[in-house]
């Protein structure tokens, strides 16, 4: 069962606005949550995490927020750049999946100049 | 500085046939990840592991099979192949210095016919 969804396969984005790239988990063990990217012939790179002790991490362009109760997180990019299309894979670990990732279907985003 | 390197890139068999892909994890690196990725799927988790031991399983096929070495490179061992084996598959090394961010490597795209 997918315990991890990013239910909009692809965005398209104008650069400089903001890209939102939305995930749900479902299991309420997971306590630790990333952001990967990554681009086509290549493996997925890690961009940004936040453990669930907290509700917001920052890193330059690049913000996760986490709502644990809706179990839900979103990772927002702004400004967007043309350099920032590729595959956004959301994941989570914790509790019984040790440490081992589980990873969305991914979202594809696409910003347009 | 140095990646992960999977071998080899691209793989051709036909079904019931073995297949063997490596994996060199970064140096320094004490755990070594095995991922699935089927066409438009999530990467999913294989198999790990930590100073050369097992640590963590997930959805590996019996008649698949995987170890470390003493030179902590890995092999995922393939038996018996089947159709629904196509796909990309992923090894990740981490350090633990950040959890949860493993670094992959390209990737071994197995094709069975």
């Known amino acids: 069962d997918q315990q991890v969804k990013q239910n909009s396969p692809s965005l398209s984005v104008q650069e400089g606005r903001i890209s939102i790239l939305n995930c749900d988990y479902t299991?309420?063990?997971?306590?630790?949550f990333l952001w990967y990217k990554k681009y086509p012939a290549e493996g997925p790179t890690f961009l940004i995490s936040i453990s669930s002790i907290k509700d917001k991490n920052e890193d330059g362009r690049f913000t996760v927020f986490l709502n644990k109760s809706a179990k839900h997180l979103s990772l927002h990019i702004v400004p967007s750049q043309p350099g920032d299309s590729a595959v956004y894979f959301c994941?989570?670990?914790?509790?019984?999946?040790?440490?081992?990732?589980?990873f969305g279907k991914g979202t594809s985003l696409l910003v347009t100049p | 500085a140095a990646g992960v390197i999977q071998s080899p890139r691209h793989l051709i068999k036909e079904k019931r046939e073995t297949a063997t892909l490596k994996c060199y994890p970064i140096p320094r690196h004490d755990t070594v990840y095995w991922y699935q990725q089927g066409p438009g799927q999530d990467p999913q988790f294989l198999i790990s592991f930590y100073e050369k031991m097992q640590s963590d399983k997930g959805s590996i096929p019996d008649r698949f099979s995987a170890q470390q070495f003493s030179d902590y490179h890995s092999e995922l061992n393939m038996s018996s192949l089947e159709l629904g084996d196509s796909a990309l598959y992923f090894c990740?090394?981490?350090?633990?210095?950040?959890?949860?961010?493993?670094?992959f490597g390209e990737g071994s795209r197995l094709t069975v016919l």
């Open positions: 990740a090394s981490s350090s633990g210095e950040r959890f949860g961010e493993l670094f």
């Open positions: 994941a989570a670990t914790g509790g019984n999946s040790g440490y081992a990732l589980n």
């Open positions: 299991n309420s063990m997971f306590d630790y």
